[in-house]
């Protein structure tokens, strides 16, 4: 069985920049170990990619923090985590989830028995996100989530999303 690994949004502004916490930078160096464990044409990461108008855009409207505008430094993937995604593919997304992820690992189930798993911020939005869009795409899949690998806006947000993707039978471990 191919298992995939998922490294959702390991980017500066998340991290240490405008919606950065300190749990997020606590996870940085064990996201980096599990991307470590797989190869890399089994590693994918998204990145969070807005443009100049943000403000203005329906989801800046509810949360207007400007956050990883494309082409800043606070758009980037953490130093640590980029080096060790060398020779992954990243995928760029304008929203929470990302329909072009799914739709690629849709695209390798159909040839081979795959598990998904994934790490990274922030838990409670866009890993969640992703978690149940791979989850309808793929029913059958075993996905997972990795707890220790993930940061919530805040750690009752992410207890809370950790609960609601357990609900939707993907298997939560630490």
């Not at 939005?125 to 795409?137: D, F, G, H, R, T």
């Amino acid at each position: 069985m191919r298992k995939l690994l998922v490294v959702v949004d390991m980017q500066k502004d998340f991290i240490n920049g405008s919606l950065g916490t300190k749990e997020a930078e606590g996870i940085v160096e064990r996201v980096a170990e599990e991307i470590g464990k797989y190869k890399k044409e089994d590693v994918f990461a998204t990145r969070d990619t807005h443009k100049e108008n943000y403000l203005e855009t329906q989801e800046g409207k509810k949360l207007p923090v400007v956050h990883c505008v494309e082409g800043t430094d606070g758009w980037e993937i953490d130093k640590q985590i980029a080096e060790a995604l060398q020779g992954a593919e990243v995928i760029d997304k304008p929203t929470f989830g990302s329909l072009k992820l799914a739709e690629k690992i849709a695209k390798i189930a159909k040839q081979e028995e795959i598990e998904v798993t994934l790490v990274g911020l922030c838990t409670d939005i866009c890993v969640v996100s992703n978690a149940l869009l791979i989850k309808a795409y793929l029913p059958e899949v075993p996905i997972q989530v990795i707890a220790s690998c993930c940061a919530g806006v805040t750690p009752e947000s992410h207890r809370a999303a950790l609960a609601t993707m357990k609900m939707c039978q993907i298997e939560i471990v630490e």
